[in-house]
């Protein structure tokens, strides 16, 4: 199976953890509490990039309001 350049990156709690520089108890906290955008495969969590990414910018555009 080949992966285009349309497709969103598939990434597992340590390398979403990394991807931050967060622990990765971090991670589990921002999916409980934060709402970070994952979805569960066999109870756990995965992350498509994209939506990491929009959930970044969502963040920074919110921090840079309240300034």
């Not at 990765?24 to 955008?37: C, D, S, Y």
């Not at 495969?41 to 300034?67: L, M, P, Y």
Request: a positive charge; aromatic letters at 8%; one cysteine or more.
């Amino acid at each position: 199976m080949t992966k285009n350049s349309s497709e969103s990156e598939i990434l597992m709690i340590k390398e979403v953890a990394e991807y931050l520089k967060v622990t990765e108890r971090t991670m589990f906290w921002l999916v409980a509490v934060k709402g970070i955008p994952c979805f569960k495969v066999g109870g756990t969590s995965r992350f498509r990039q994209t939506d990491i990414d929009a959930w970044i910018a969502a963040k920074s555009s919110n921090a840079q309001g309240k300034h």
